[in-house]
C-alpha cells in the first residue's frame, strides 16, 4: 500500500462527511430508540445510515489504491500501531454496524441488529478515544497530525 504524506481532498470530505453523518445517526438512534419503525426513523436514521456504508465503500476502496500517511515518526511505536489497528476498526464498524442494521431492517435476519447494538457502544468509546488522540496530537505533541485531516496533501509530494 502506499505511504503518503498526507491525505487527498476527497479522502478529507470524506472524512469530515461521515462525521456529520454519524452525529446524526447518533442523535436519531438516541431519538427513536423508543419509537416504531415507521416512515420518520427511515428517513432520519436509516437512509443516513445507507449512505454511511457506501461513503466508507468508497473510502475504503481509496484508502487501498491510494494510502495513507503513517503516524509520525516521532511517536512510540506502540502507539503508532495502535493508532493504525483503530483506524481500520472504524473502517470495519462502520461498514458493519449500518450493514448488520439493514439485514435485520430489509429482510428480517436479527442477529444483524445485534451486530448494530454490541458495535455501537464499542464504536462511539473508540470515537471518543480518536478524539483525544487528536487533540493530544495537537495541543500536547504538537505534530501535523490535526493539520493533515483538514488541509490536503499537495500535488507530487507523494514517495
Ligand atoms: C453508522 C451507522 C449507525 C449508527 C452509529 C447508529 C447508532 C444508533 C444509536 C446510537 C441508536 C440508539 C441506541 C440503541 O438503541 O442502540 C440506534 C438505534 C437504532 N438503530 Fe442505528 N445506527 C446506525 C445505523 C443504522 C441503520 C442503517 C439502521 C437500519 C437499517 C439502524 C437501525 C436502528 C434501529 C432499528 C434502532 C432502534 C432499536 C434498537 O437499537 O434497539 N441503525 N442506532
Ligand atoms: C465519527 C467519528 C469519526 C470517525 C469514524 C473517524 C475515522 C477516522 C479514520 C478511519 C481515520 C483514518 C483515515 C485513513 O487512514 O484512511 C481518521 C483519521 C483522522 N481523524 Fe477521524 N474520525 C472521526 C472523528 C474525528 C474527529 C471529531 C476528529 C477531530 C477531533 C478527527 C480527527 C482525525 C484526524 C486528525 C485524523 C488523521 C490521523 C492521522 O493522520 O494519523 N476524527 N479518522
Not at 462527511?17 to 427513536?32: C, F, N, P, T
Not at 484508502?63 to 512510540?76: I, K, N
Request: glycine share 8%; aromatic share 12%.
Amino acid at each position: 500500500m502506499a505511504q503518503r504524506d498526507g491525505y487527498s481532498r476527497i479522502q478529507i470530505a470524506l472524512h469530515w462527511a461521515i462525521v456529520a453523518l454519524v452525529l446524526v445517526e447518533y442523535a436519531s438512534g438516541e431519538l427513536v430508540e423508543e419509537g416504531s419503525r415507521t416512515g420518520a426513523l427511515a428517513l432520519i436514521h436509516v437512509w443516513p445510515g445507507l449512505a454511511i456504508i457506501a461513503l466508507m465503500l468508497l473510502r475504503l476502496a481509496i484508502r487501498l489504491v491510494r494510502g495513507a500517511p503513517p503516524p509520525p515518526r516521532s511517536e512510540p511505536e506502540l502507539l503508532r500501531r495502535f493508532a493504525v489497528w483503530m483506524h481500520w476498526a472504524f473502517y470495519v464498524l462502520l461498514i458493519a454496524i449500518p450493514g448488520g442494521a439493514a439485514l435485520d431492517w430489509y429482510f428480517g435476519l436479527g442477529f444483524g441488529q445485534v451486530i448494530h447494538d454490541v458495535g455501537e457502544p464499542v464504536f462511539f468509546a473508540l470515537v471518543w478515544i480518536h478524539i483525544g488522540a487528536a487533540a493530544a496530537h495537537h495541543f500536547i505533541f504538537r505534530t501535523n497530525v490535526v493539520r493533515r485531516m483538514v488541509v490536503p496533501e499537495r500535488q507530487g509530494q507523494a514517495h
